[in-house]
């Protein structure tokens, strides 16, 4: 997820899609053809790798997406949305026979309670932590630090690329509005400029506003 987050907005709830699931990866799953986040948990990123501190490195993302693979690939799933992140995707909660299966990954050490969107599944992970069960014996790294970490990682790289002293970024949107971000807004440090798409880097906001760049709102 990392990348995957879901809104708040709550005026998407209802009834969402039912049958058969294809596993996308741990919290991902497609329903009837329909892409579906799965409600209130978060699980390593499929490249994520764990273990150090004395733990040998283990592909913990790709272990925690085939087991969710055996478990519920082809399955009838019936999910209720509860909203829609910005990737477009149903946000839900799905049962398979009568079985809420974001708990029971939390449950079994495959999840984690995505706490910054729901408490649902606490009881669940502090029980499942307490029995070591699944990633909680192997001393995991949170999925969400993990995104956060590999972003400010290829921020640095990218940051080292500007030009003395020019750091504020010229980006293009996808709809090909040109934003400038300076130092210390919410969006600088996730953006990344690609100058083979157009976009460059401003030594100054007033050459920036010359250049027919908007400031960026947050």
Not at 73 to 88: F, H, K, N, P, S
Request: glycine share 12%; proline share 4%.
């Amino acid at each position: 997820m990392p990348a995957s987050a879901a809104s708040t907005n709550t005026a998407v709830r209802g009834a969402g899609p039912t049958g058969a699931i294809h596993v996308i990866d741990g919290d991902t799953i497609d329903v009837d053809g329909a892409r579906v986040r799965l409600h209130g948990i978060d699980t390593p990123e499929q490249d994520q790798m764990c273990g150090g501190d004395g733990t040998p490195m283990w592909a913990c993302g790709a272990w925690v997406s085939d087991a969710v693979r055996d478990r519920y690939e082809g399955r009838e799933a019936i999910c209720e949305q509860q909203d829609l992140d910005r990737y477009g995707r149903i946000v839900a909660r799905c049962l398979v026979d009568g079985q809420d299966m974001g708990r029971v990954l939390v449950q079994d050490g495959l999840a984690f309670a995505y706490r910054r969107y729901s408490m649902a599944y606490d009881l669940d992970e502090k029980s499942a932590v307490i029995a070591e069960r699944g990633l909680h014996g192997s001393g995991v790294e949170l999925p969400s630090e993990y995104r956060a970490n590999a972003r400010a990682g290829r921020a640095a790289v990218n940051l080292a690329a500007a030009p003395a002293g020019c750091v504020i970024k010229g980006n293009i949107s996808s709809s090909g509005e040109r934003i400038y971000h300076v130092p210390g807004q919410q969006w600088y440090e996730p953006t990344r400029i690609d100058e083979t798409k157009g976009e460059r880097w401003f030594c100054s906001e007033a050459d920036a506003r010359a250049a027919g760049w908007r400031r960026a709102q947050r």
